[in-house]
Nanobody, 116 residues
């Protein structure tokens, strides 16, 4: 059983910053990648950023230059530093871990709301 627990969401003004954290109950290197998704109202869940076992980072175009994904290996913790936040960043943010092919493990989500 894998557990991922997010924290750090909240309400912030446009232009502000937030840092999300995700505590993973297993060794992060057990997974091919770990990352952050978000879901605004609607059916589509968007990959925001991820980092693979080799340390290669990938970002959605909409967050490049503003968001940074990182991990603290010894604590099996994943972070998402979000700067210069915009109203369109408002969403529920999910931490996820990738098995062989897909993201199989998900956290419960944390709400991020940006006020303009």
């Amino acid at each position: 059983q894998v557990q991922l627990v997010e924290s750090g969401g909240g309400l912030v003004q446009a232009g502000g910053s937030l840092r999300l954290s995700c505590a993973v109950s297993r060794n992060i290197f057990d997974f091919n990648a770990v990352g952050w998704y978000r879901q605004a109202p609607g059916p589509q869940r968007e990959l925001v950023a991820d980092i693979n076992v080799g340390g290669v980072r990938k970002y959605a175009d909409s967050v490049k230059g503003r968001f940074t994904i990182s991990r603290e290996n010894a604590k099996n913790t994943l972070f998402l530093q979000m700067n210069n936040l915009k109203s369109e960043d408002t969403a529920v943010y999910y931490c996820a871990a990738k098995g062989i092919y897909e993201y199989d493990y998900w956290g419960q989500g944390t709400q991020v709301t940006i006020s303009s």
